[in-house]
């Protein structure tokens, strides 16, 4: 166990905000920092907390000076808070910054998903003070419980590692991390040395989109377990995965039961309860479940896990369910999952079984893609606030507001939706949240959808992308907020309506954790090149090659259905199945002609942005 000196302890001012961002450290890992040039490390370890306090300082109040250095772009703006998660020491204490569960925003947004996929963890040292043994075991230790206990991913990384502009970050302690002395065994797979555990992410911490519909399947209905894989990099994320299945296959959810990624992290997709999409004439009565990798990249680690999902869906239904494969199952004709995972399903799915709780916070109680505990659809609206609503159109008995979802709050929202014209299902969706919304005049006086975000975090959202003027968050609905949320809504590629609803945040989210943040000018520079290589999942070096020119034919045929040839020659059939698929994933209403050209060029580069490619 880390011993961590709190916030409290070492002084710190509470944050101007307390607006969380998602945060998903189980996609990536730890990025180390030092404190850089024209810094020195204290000598005396009494000091060491007021050099903390200068930082968080420094990082939230700019001078003057400063502050003309961030209006001409030479500085990042102000932050709410200290960026670091961590902060260690050379006398080998570890100091508690952000903490555990809010996002970093030290590590830059050159990578995407640098901030949201990785803890910062800064050495108090400049880049001429050495690295003393005790700070060298604190980080070893910092990592491992970070990775072991706290659901960091298997990526330690330099701050260089994930910077395209030039830095010497983190200065000595980069040797440490080529070297691996930061590496702890066992660390960043779901579960330490010691422990044995497998976290299963609910829909909630991965910033999945509400469905569009939802069939529910009886436990009594599945028969059967069906392993399927991605055929895509390792690297991709699910609310990529499943903004494929909606917007390229046009389903109305993520098509897959549950996911695993190669670190042993299990994602709620439709979860145990609603009928799936990955296999046709198998969707009510086998639970899919796909490994997020291609042929040969499954884990042992992996594999433990798909075995222990395995093992509870036979203890949830009461019964030994067929272990199958995707291109097995009748009408399936495919490779899926390929033949490493086909065999292993062939030889009985041997794996170790591990115990398996929900990851993502100790405060996340489990929930299944339909909702909370027993029932409800809390993607759109939380229980409670669904008891509020309820509660605001005059339901008697009037519901108690607790959270808890039971057969009084059932009814009530059934009451509601006939009340506001949709199916009485009792499933509070995107349906229900437009009618009700509509119904009761929704958002904030004046304005604006404040029942997934409030007017004043709408107004630092907007601010978050550079709007010009700058929002003045006051929390007051105006047209001067209305015109800066259909700015971002066109940004994030939405509807421009100036309403802030679920569709809006989850694009908002994809946006600035997934997205390239690339400069839409039509122009296929290495910036662009290497974001697309990234996207497809080959290696980023900025250089249009054979290798590059086939991942992205394979990745068309996988999530396009396009049918080519990969050969690593593109030509006119693979543009038109590029532009194809990119009016399919963005709206980007392309002329389907095979040519390349500056408007295909920048429809890419908006749906490398918006993390939809």
Same mark, same amino acid.
């Given at each position: 166990?880390?011993?961590?000196?709190?916030?409290?302890?070492?002084?710190?001012?509470?944050?101007?905000?307390?607006?969380?961002?998602?945060?998903?450290?189980?996609?990536?890992?730890?990025?180390?920092?030092?404190?850089?040039?024209?810094?020195?490390?204290?000598?005396?370890?009494?000091?060491c907390a007021a050099l903390v306090r200068k930082i968080q300082s420094d990082s939230m109040y700019y001078n003057i000076v400063e502050g003309i250095a961030v209006q001409i772009k030479l500085k990042e703006p102000e932050y709410d808070d200290i960026p670091y998660n961590f902060l260690v020491c050379k006398h080998g204490s570890v100091y508690e910054g952000r903490g555990y569960r809010r996002r970093s925003a030290a590590n830059g947004t050159d990578v995407p998903g640098a901030n949201s996929n990785y803890y910062a963890v800064m050495g108090l040292i400049g880049s001429d003070d050495p690295v003393t043994p005790a700070m060298a075991t604190a980080f070893r230790d910092l990592c491992g419980h970070l990775?072991?206990?706290?659901?960091?991913?298997?990526?330690?990384?330099?701050?260089?590692? +994930?910077?395209?502009s030039q830095t010497h970050c983190p200065g000595n302690l980069y040797p440490y991390v080529q070297g691996g002395s930061f590496v702890v065994a066992g660390g960043g797979t779901g579960g330490g040395p010691d422990d044995d555990l497998l976290y299963l992410y609910p829909r909630s911490a991965w910033g999945a989109r509400p469905p569009k519909e939802v069939t529910r399947v009886d436990l009594s209905a599945r028969t059967g377990f069906t392993v399927h894989y991605s055929d895509g990099?390792?690297?991709?994320?699910?609310?990529?995965?499943?903004?494929?299945?909606?917007?390229?296959?046009?389903?109305?959810?993520?098509?897959?039961?549950?996911?695993?990624?190669?670190?042993?992290?299990?994602?709620?997709?439709?979860?145990?309860?609603?009928?799936?999409?990955?296999?046709?004439?198998?969707?009510?009565?086998?639970?899919?479940?796909?490994?997020?990798?291609?042929?040969g990249d499954?884990?042992?680690?992996?594999?433990?896990?798909?075995?222990?999902?395995y093992e509870t869906a036979v203890?949830?239904?009461g019964r030994t369910l067929e272990k199958t494969y995707h291109g097995g199952l009748p009408g399936n004709s495919t490779d899926c999952p390929g033949a490493m995972l086909r065999a292993w399903v062939r030889g009985g799915m041997v794996a170790a079984v591990r115990g398996l709780d929900w990851g993502s916070g100790d405060d996340l109680p489990p929930s299944d893609s339909s909702g909370s505990a027993g029932g409800g659809m809390t993607q759109v609206r939380s229980v409670a606030a669904q008891q509020q609503a309820v509660n605001s159109l005059g339901h008697s008995p009037a519901l108690t507001v607790d959270g808890l979802w039971g057969p009084l709050t059932a009814a009530g929202v059934k009451w509601l939706q006939g009340r506001v014209g949709v199916t009485a299902d009792g499933?509070?969706?995107?349906?229900?949240?437009?009618?009700?919304?509509?119904?009761?005049?929704?958002?904030?006086?004046g304005g604006g959808m404040t029942s997934v975000r409030s007017v004043g975090s709408q107004q630092d959202a907007v601010n978050s992308l550079g709007y010009s003027p700058a929002l003045t968050v006051d929390g007051l609905w105006g047209p001067q907020t209305a015109a800066g949320v259909k700015w971002l809504q066109g940004r994030v590629g939405v509807t421009?309506?100036?309403?802030?609803?679920?569709?809006?945040?989850?694009?908002?989210?994809?946006?600035?954790?997934?997205?390239?943040?690339?400069? +839409?000018?039509?122009?296929?520079?290495?910036?662009?090149?290497?974001?697309?290589?990234?996207?497809?999942?080959v290696t980023v070096d900025g250089q249009w090659g054979t290798e590059s020119k086939r991942a992205l034919q394979h990745h068309l045929n996988v999530w396009g259905n396009a049918g080519l040839v990969e050969d690593g020659a593109t030509g006119p059939a693979t543009y038109r199945a590029l532009q194809s698929f990119l009016n399919a994933m963005t709206?980007?209403?392309?002329? +389907?002609?095979? +040519?390349?050209?500056?408007?295909?060029?920048?429809?890419?580069?908006?749906?490398?942005?918006?993390g939809r490619f």
């Open positions: 166990m880390v011993a961590i000196i709190s916030r409290a302890s070492w002084g710190a001012k509470p944050p101007k905000k307390t607006d969380p961002l998602p945060f998903a450290p189980w996609l990536g890992g730890i990025v180390v920092h030092h404190e850089g040039a024209g810094h020195v490390a204290v000598e005396s370890h009494s000091d990775q072991n206990e706290r659901d960091a991913g298997p990526s330690i990384l330099g701050h260089r590692d +994930v910077r395209t990099p390792t690297t991709q994320t699910v609310r990529q995965i499943q903004n494929y299945h909606m917007d390229s296959r046009g389903w109305s959810d993520i098509g897959y039961n549950f996911l695993v990624d190669a670190s042993g992290r299990i994602f709620e997709g439709r979860g145990w309860h609603v009928q799936g999409a990955h296999a046709t004439g198998s969707n009510v009565s086998h639970i899919g479940v796909c490994f997020i990798g291609e042929d499954a884990t042992d680690i992996a594999l433990s896990a798909i075995r222990t999902l203890d949830m239904t499933l509070w969706g995107p349906a229900t949240e437009s009618a009700y919304t509509a119904y009761s005049g929704g958002g904030s006086a421009a309506d100036g309403l802030w609803g679920p569709g809006t945040e989850s694009a908002y989210f994809a946006y600035i954790d997934d997205g390239a943040g690339l400069t +839409v000018d039509g122009s296929f520079g290495t910036l662009t090149v290497m974001a697309t290589q990234r996207a497809i999942g709206g980007a209403g392309l002329t +389907v002609d095979g +040519v390349w050209g500056p408007a295909t060029v920048r429809a890419l580069q908006t749906a490398l942005n918006q």
